[in-house]
């Protein structure tokens, strides 16, 4: 019997980018239920079918052998009550309307916002934790982590291209992801005479994608455009202020620079001004450097 397979992960848009390793490991016919605005990033990948959550209701008529939900929403978790499933993997509203999740899936989601241990308890233990979401989550699922890399679409056009790519923007969830010095590294970079772009906003993804594919380095914080330059194999410096730097794999690519006081500002989305400059210019600066003589070594050894 062929097996079928549902994965919902709806944002952000990063984190749909990490959850497609999963698609190496799941055998059968894999649909896929996420925002309407993250469709971009899935169309084009072999071997699965993609819904936007505006037309989640034609997954009603589909009978899955597993659901994977890693969305912590209760309007998501209501939703897989109408869609039928043998097995089930993540958040779900039990009998009594409490919003829980499956104890395949604790390890992830009792780090997160609908920890069974409140939100304190669920902030500790993401502090303290040392593996990478694919771990997690693939042992949850049966399987072993082996480096599985992200799947990604064809990208656009882009004639913007370079050394380094920066990208200085963050979302408005995490106001203490923006790092104060981007304006000046570029500046230091330029004068060691190196092509520095800093990365524009695009009507599409997929033009997004493009850019950040033109370029030897990318730097910025833990963002969408990070996970981009990881899938596309480039190399990374990334700038880690609130978040953990530990459910990142590096695939080998990234170096991580963490604020020294990331366990105050760990998670929290209100602004300290302090936190946009916990990291040195100087630290990110060598670091660009190591890195970028890293990719005339990797050009070098394969040439």
């Given at each position: 019997?062929?097996?079928?397979?549902?994965?919902?992960?709806?944002?952000?848009?990063?984190?749909?980018?990490?959850?497609?390793?999963?698609?190496?490991?799941?055998?059968?016919?894999?649909?896929?239920?996420?925002?309407?605005?993250?469709?971009?990033?899935?169309?084009?990948?072999?071997?699965?079918?993609?819904?936007?959550?505006?037309?989640?209701?034609?997954?009603?008529?589909?009978?899955?052998?597993?659901?994977?939900?890693?969305?912590?929403?209760?309007?998501?978790?209501?939703?897989?009550?109408?869609?039928?499933?043998?097995?089930?993997?993540?958040?779900?509203?039990?009998?009594?309307?409490?919003?829980?999740?499956?104890?395949?899936?604790?390890?992830?989601?009792?780090?997160?916002?609908?920890?069974?241990?409140?939100?304190?308890?669920?902030?500790?233990?993401?502090?303290?934790?040392?593996?990478?979401?694919?771990?997690?989550?693939?042992?949850?699922?049966?399987?072993?982590?082996?480096?599985?890399?992200?799947?990604?679409?064809?990208?656009?056009?882009?004639?913007?291209?370079?050394?380094?790519?920066?990208?200085?923007?963050?979302?408005?969830?995490?106001?203490?992801?923006?790092?104060?010095?981007y304006d000046e590294l570029a500046?230091?970079?330029?004068?060691?005479?190196?092509?520095?772009?800093?990365?524009?906003?695009?009507?599409?993804?997929?033009?997004?994608?493009?850019?950040?594919?033109?370029?030897?380095?990318?730097?910025?914080?833990?963002?969408?455009?990070?996970?981009?330059?990881?899938?596309?194999?480039?190399?990374?410096?990334?700038?880690?202020?609130?978040?953990?730097?530990?459910?990142?794999?590096?695939?080998?690519?990234?170096?991580?620079?963490?604020?020294?006081?990331?366990?105050?500002?760990?998670?929290?989305?209100?602004?300290?001004?302090?936190a946009s400059t916990s990291v040195?210019?100087?630290?990110?600066?060598?670091?660009?450097?190591?890195?970028?003589?890293?990719?005339?070594?990797?050009?070098?050894?394969?040439?």
């Amino acid at each position: 019997m062929n097996m079928r397979t549902l994965i919902i992960k709806l944002g952000a848009s990063g984190d749909v980018v990490r959850t497609t390793t999963l698609l190496h490991i799941l055998k059968g016919e894999v649909d896929w239920l996420t925002s309407d605005a993250n469709v971009e990033l899935l169309e084009g990948i072999k071997g699965i079918r993609v819904f936007p959550w505006s037309r989640r209701s034609e997954l009603r008529k589909n009978t899955y052998h597993l659901l994977i939900n890693l969305e912590d929403t209760i309007e998501v978790s209501a939703e897989i009550r109408h869609i039928e499933h043998k097995s089930l993997y993540g958040a779900y509203l039990a009998e009594d309307d409490s919003h829980s999740y499956t104890e395949s899936s604790r390890s992830w989601f009792d780090m997160g916002r609908i920890s069974r241990f409140g939100i304190a308890e669920a902030d500790r233990l993401k502090f303290q934790n040392r593996l990478s979401f694919q771990h997690l989550v693939f042992r949850g699922l049966g399987y072993d982590f082996r480096g599985e890399s992200y799947l990604l679409p064809p990208s656009a056009s882009s004639s913007l291209a370079g050394d380094v790519a920066i990208v200085a923007a963050s979302g408005s969830t995490w106001p203490m992801k923006r790092w104060a010095f981007y304006d000046e590294l570029a500046e230091m970079l330029r004068r060691d005479g190196l092509q520095v772009n800093c990365l524009p906003k695009r009507k599409t993804m997929k033009e997004h994608l493009a850019d950040v594919r033109n370029h030897r380095l990318l730097i910025s914080g833990d963002t969408l455009p990070m996970h981009l330059a990881l899938g596309s194999n480039i190399l990374c410096v990334t700038i880690f202020i609130c978040t953990s730097p530990w459910e990142i794999h590096d695939y080998g690519l990234q170096q991580k620079l963490v604020s020294r006081k990331l366990r105050d500002y760990f998670y929290r989305r209100t602004c300290d001004p302090a936190a946009s400059t916990s990291v040195s210019l100087s630290d990110v600066y060598k670091s660009a450097i190591q890195m970028l003589g890293e990719t005339r070594w990797r050009k070098t050894a394969t040439s």
